[in-house]
């Protein structure tokens, strides 16, 4: 008995750690970080992207335009509080300065606090309290709660890949859409400018939550690809979640993967990687059932030494390491 159990076959154990510790090898040396092995399972699965809009499709270095410096002074110690990419350019084109107090950032809305003990906003158009408008610019609005409110505009450009991934995205018969908070008719230029049919504009944090719980309750499974806070609930809740590098901490944290390098096209790289990984799986799987169907048994009974079966043991487990090592050059 003691040498038939010496033959228990180790390849079903080693099938799919084997592949997820070559596949996010592979990926990590082309800018992709894979926090778990279950995320390139999931990724693999995916029929739907999702992207937000500034700093995932937009190159999320905004910068003011057409507004005079003495507004952008006015709302800088506000924005110097706040990690949104638009407020951050409003800092930096402001420079160095004092910064608001008892400042409270309210998730897709925008930031509140202090300036000379007078309450001021920096935000959304409803969160400053002017009548919501469409307008076909990025924008934010300041204002003192006592005070006249002000708009500030931005333009942030599409990054240079984002057409060239949404069309390989498509290529691999993936359908893609745009959930943003940004003003409808901006969205819409970007993805016009990209190649996207589908987009949704104005949208908070909850809603964009909302969105992909729709999606899934109609079986999509769905890639959502975001940077800033108020996707941190949609990347949660999406099947497979990706963050660029840039990404604040709770969507990277919310995130499956995250972009260590520029661009897009990391994406493509994790979704063509992730469906070969799930192939040599399989694969693997095979090749551990044909040793459990012949060898083994044939062991047991005493059809085969059982040093031979003990070689063929180690056979199928190398057979396995070396058939998931195929993913490191594969494309």
Aim: proline share 5%.
């Amino acid at each position: 008995m003691k040498s038939n159990s010496a033959i228990i076959p180790c390849a079903l154990g080693l099938a799919v750690p084997a592949v997820q510790i070559v596949a996010s090898s592979r990926l990590f040396r082309r800018g992709v970080l894979v926090k778990s092995g279950a995320a390139l399972e999931r990724l693999a699965e995916v029929d739907h992207v999702v992207f937000d809009k500034t700093g995932v499709l937009t190159e999320g270095r905004p910068i003011v335009i057409e507004t005079p410096m003495s507004v952008i002074l006015l709302a800088a110690p506000l924005a110097r509080a706040s990690n949104h990419p638009m407020a951050k350019a409003v800092a930096r084109t402001a420079g160095p300065g004092e910064t608001a107090t008892e400042v409270v950032e309210r998730v897709g809305l925008g930031v509140e606090g202090l300036i000379d003990r007078r309450r001021a906003r920096l935000g959304r158009a409803a969160f400053v309290g002017v009548p919501t408008v469409r307008s076909s610019e990025t924008e934010l609005w300041f204002g003192f709660d006592d005070g006249p409110k002000v708009r500030l505009r931005f333009s942030d450009a599409p990054r240079s890949d984002a057409a060239q991934t949404v069309a390989a995205l498509r290529a691999r018969g993936l359908t893609v859409e745009i959930l943003s908070g940004d003003q409808p008719k901006v969205v819409e230029a970007v993805a016009g400018s990209v190649g996207v049919s589908t987009w949704r504009g104005g949208l908070l944090p909850e809603e964009k939550a909302a969105v992909i719980d729709t999606l899934t309750a109609a079986g999509r499974k769905v890639l959502m690809v975001g940077d800033g806070l108020n996707d941190a609930p949609a990347l949660a809740r999406a099947h497979a979640g990706i963050a660029p590098g840039s990404a604040i901490e709770a969507s990277q944290n919310a995130a499956d993967l995250v972009l260590t390098h520029e661009g897009l096209m990391g994406v493509i790289e994790a979704i063509d990687v992730a469906r070969a990984a799930r192939s040599r799986a399989l694969e693997n799987f095979g090749f551990a059932a044909l040793y459990n169907l012949i060898a083994a048994p044939a062991a047991m009974i005493g059809l085969v030494n059982p040093f031979v079966a003990a070689l063929a043991m180690s056979g199928s487990s190398l057979v396995v390491t070396l058939n998931a090592l195929r993913l490191r050059g594969s494309r």
